[in-house]
């Protein structure tokens, strides 16, 4: 097994940050020192970040403040992810990703996180409304161990912070399973990358999911499936296939015992709903 300590990432990762109308200020600020500890922690620039918008250059925040000189993510050369921060209008959150530049994100295989204020609605799998969370996801995978604690000291310091996972290389094993959907990478291989023997792994996904690490692998992959289902018209076929499902009748019976509806009965009561409202 590797030694966790030798992992130092030097290469530069460009964050478009694109913002929605009624962004929340607060988060946005915080996003941007989680950037900013992680720089000073490895004393390089890992991350670089430009502010965007599709709506203009000037943009109204949550709070009445006015952010002025913002870019067009078109205008942006690279970008390995794209964070973006919706406002708290309530027809934002779930047509996201349906902006031309963003599809076109996705056909890249651009990472694309989104942070969504907390509300009732909890439709869309992949948002996030713990914000330490999603940041947590973003950065700490990058970092070795002690550059991890590290950051969260001075997060900590700083505003408080609180993480449900706090071990980075709990985080570097999710991150390889987010990045491993189609085709699944098997536990030893996911612990050997994360600098854990395969032991390690299961006793820290014991410690803070309370299941095996293939269990939470497969929830995973059934959220992205349960998104793919909601918002793409894909057949069944193709989700349970895009999701690294052996087969249909397979991915049909895990679906049901993790939602407790089949794929076709969850698309059809998404149609319910839409034709109700």
């Known amino acids: 097994m590797k030694s966790e300590l030798a992992l130092t990432n030097t290469q530069t990762q460009h964050i478009v940050i694109l913002l929605q109308p009624r962004f929340i200020m607060k988060e946005l600020l915080e996003a941007i020192e989680w950037f900013k500890c992680a720089n000073e922690v ?18 109204l925040a949550d709070n009445g403040m006015v952010l002025s000189a913002l870019r067009h993510p078109n205008n942006i050369a690279k970008s390995e992810s794209v964070l973006v921060f919706s406002g708290s209008l309530s027809d934002q959150s779930t047509q996201i990703l349906n902006r031309q530049w963003l599809g076109e ?12 204020p907390a509300s009732n609605d909890s439709a869309d799998e992949f948002k996030h409304d713990h914000l330490a969370e999603l ?13 991890n604690k590290s950051l969260l000291a001075n997060l900590k310091q700083s505003n408080g912070l609180s993480l449900r996972v706090t071990d980075s290389r709990v985080h570097k094993a999710l991150s390889l399973m987010r990045d491993n959907i189609e085709v699944p990478l098997d536990s030893k291989t996911i612990a050997n990358q994360s600098f854990l023997s395969l032991r390690q792994l299961e006793r820290l996904f014991k410690q803070y999911f309370d299941e095996s690490p293939n269990r939470h692998y497969t929830k995973l992959r059934l959220k992205k499936a349960k998104h793919l289902l909601l918002r793409t018209n894909l057949k069944v076929g193709d989700v349970s296939q895009a999701c ?11 679906y049901r015992d993790c939602f407790g509806l089949t794929p076709l009965q969850s698309k059809e009561q998404l149609q319910k709903s839409i034709q109700v409202f």
Do not use: D
């Open 105 to 116: 994100q996705v056909l890249k295989r651009t990472k694309i996180y989104q942070f969504q």
């Open 42 to 59: 490895v004393n390089h620039t890992l991350f670089e970040w430009h502010l965007c918008s599709e709506e203009g250059s000037v943009l």
């Open 244 to 254: 690294g499902f052996s087969t249909v009748p397979y991915f049909c019976k895990a």
């Open 135 to 147: 940041m947590a996801e973003i950065v700490m995978p990058l970092l070795n161990v002690n550059q």
